[in-house]
């Protein structure tokens, strides 16, 4: 699950209802008080500039029985409000350990002068070798994707100062349960070539699509393979690419450290 992303002094920062489950990566760093304050102002500059992150935090205030008008002035004492009587709880995201790469693509082909052969394995072993034969590395790819929407500054209708685009961020509602759900509708004029069942540009909270593609190697020249990779599209409609990778082994999309842990031959986990 992703959740919204308030930008802190050198950090993220996540604010969920008191009864949601903790983020992975995240550690609550809120226990009321003056805690509350320093944790409003760290996020104060975010709420200013951007018109996502005030209407996310206008949607949390009314989930906790806080109304107030969408104006950062108003919205950043009712945020505090509610954090020091620990109705919000507040997440800082926890520092990122260096990322080791593997320098390899893929897989390192035998070479003729070594001693050691691969023994053939009959078409029936093969499903059976591969699940077994799990190995290590890692491979990247450098695809650029596009900058999240919490990272773009609005302005009035909203229209994107970064792209010029029209972002139009929705909620619905929102079910109070075991698991609480809410439903966010996102417009963007960027994505008006798609539709997914609500309209051409619109998207919501869990339209996540993986995609397998395969681009053959060339016809003229020498032999040549093909290319897989995978396509991760997000609940915004960005784009994530990630290199197909063997069992044991790990894809990451360096633009936006997210990583795709293969397990199996037929089983792909992402992280």
């Keep these: 699950m992703q959740y919204f992303q308030f930008r802190g002094k050198n950090r993220r920062i996540v604010v969920l209802l008191r009864s949601a489950e903790a983020p992975g990566g995240y550690t609550l760093v809120s226990s009321g008080g003056d805690q509350a304050q320093l944790l409003v102002d760290e996020i104060s500059q975010h709420l200013a500039k951007d018109v996502n992150a005030l209407g996310h935090a206008r949607s949390l205030l009314r989930q906790v029985g806080i109304t107030v008008t969408q104006q950062a002035r108003l919205v950043a004492p009712k945020l505090k409000e509610a954090i020091s009587r620990e109705l919000l709880h507040v997440y800082g995201e926890n520092p990122q350990d260096s990322i080791h790469y593997s320098t390899e693509e893929a897989a390192p082909k035998a070479s003729s002068s ?64 075991i698991v609480p759900i809410t439903w966010r509708r996102l417009y963007r004029s960027s994505k008006i070539d798609n539709n997914l069942g609500m309209g051409y540009g619109w998207r919501h909270g869990f339209s996540v699509q993986l995609e397998a593609h395969y681009q053959p190697g060339p016809k003229v020249g020498p032999k040549q393979p093909g290319r897989h990779w995978f396509e991760l599209h997000d609940e915004e409609g960005r784009r994530h690419v990630f290199e197909q990778v063997k069992p044991g082994q790990t894809g990451l999309s360096n633009r936006n450290w997210l990583s795709l842990v293969s397990s199996a031959r037929w089983q792909t986990n992402f992280n």
Aim: net charge negative.
């Design 114 to 177: 070594s001693s050691a052969k691969t023994p053939a394995v009959k078409p029936s072993n093969q499903g059976k070798q591969a699940s077994n034969a799990a190995q290590s590395g890692s491979a990247s790819n450098h695809t650029p994707t596009d900058v999240p929407i919490s990272e773009q500054a609005c302005r009035s209708d909203p229209v994107s100062l970064l792209s010029g685009e029209e972002i139009l961020p929705l909620v619905d509602f929102t079910y109070q349960g």
